[in-house]
T-cell receptor, first 110, second 113 residues
Framework: GQNIDQPTEMTATEGAIVQINCTYQTSGFNGLFWYQQHAGEAPTFLSYNVLDGLEEKGRFSSFLSRSKGYSYLLLKELQMKDSASYLC???????????FGAGTRLFVKA | EPEVTQTPSHQVTQMGQEVILRCVPISNHLYFYWYRQILGQKVEFLVSFYNNEISEKSEIFDDQFSVERPDGSNFTLKIRSTKLEDSAMYFCASVTGGLREQYFGPGTRLTVT
């Protein structure tokens, strides 16, 4: 079966660091995406991990452990505009199907 | 910066009617996707399309759904006989050949009454 789990909501303070975890069990695995989605808008791409390890891109970093079925998104120096839903999504083997988790709503407070 | 566009932004239709949702992917992209998102729920994969044929489809994508690339630029999703539960935001996305970044369009909000 397919199962992607991430926390429903998180709250963090402006300027702080937050880590959003994602665990997955899917029938096949190619890679893992993180997307940001503001309310009423389309998802926007943040990262794609294929290999184990940490990939850093500015204030955002994403980590993958394929053997543990685990990923996290790390957001540093939080800004109010980072308040959004963060979607973990698995690209299945073959690369033509992407399964999304329910998303984590992040609230950044002053 | 190139972007994916979708029309209309909002479509209201009666149950049982046919609707066609339109997307113009980024011009040099080769892979195309449709997703839907029911209000307050997760993004759900519907179908992927490459080289003028369906590559993969989900259980949601039944005989009521079809996709087409009628010309070199448009990519359409047709729902033959809409049901109340088809009410959702429908997103089109496209990808280049080498990179995995999916560019999403702004979506079409479909309301079935």
């Amino acid at each position: 079966g397919q199962n992607i789990d991430q926390p429903t909501e998180m709250t963090a303070t402006e300027g702080a660091i937050v880590q959003i975890n994602c665990t997955y069990q899917t029938s096949g695995f190619n890679g893992l995406f993180w997307y940001q989605q503001h309310a009423g808008e389309a998802p926007t791409f943040l990262s794609y991990n294929v290999l184990d390890g940490l990939e850093e891109k500015g204030r955002f970093s994403s980590f993958l452990s394929r053997s543990k079925g685990y990923s996290y998104l790390l957001l540093k120096e939080l800004q109010m505009k980072d308040s959004a839903s963060y979607l973990c999504a698995v690209e299945e083997t073959g690369g033509f199907k992407t399964i999304f988790g329910a998303g984590t709503r992040l609230f950044v407070k002053a | 910066e190139p972007e994916v566009t979708q029309t209309p932004s909002h479509q209201v239709t009666q149950m049982g009617q046919e609707v066609i949702l339109r997307c113009v992917p980024i011009s040099n992209h080769l892979y195309f996707y449709w997703y839907r998102q029911i209000l307050g729920q997760k993004v759900e994969f519907l179908v992927s399309f490459y080289n003028n044929e369906i590559s993969e489809k989900s259980e949601i994508f039944d005989d009521q759904f079809s996709v087409e690339r009628p010309d070199g630029s448009n990519f359409t999703l047709k729902i033959r006989s809409t049901k109340l539960e088809d009410s959702a935001m429908y997103f089109c996305a496209s990808v280049t050949g080498g990179l995995r970044e999916q560019y999403f369009g702004p979506g079409t909000r479909l309301t079935v009454t």
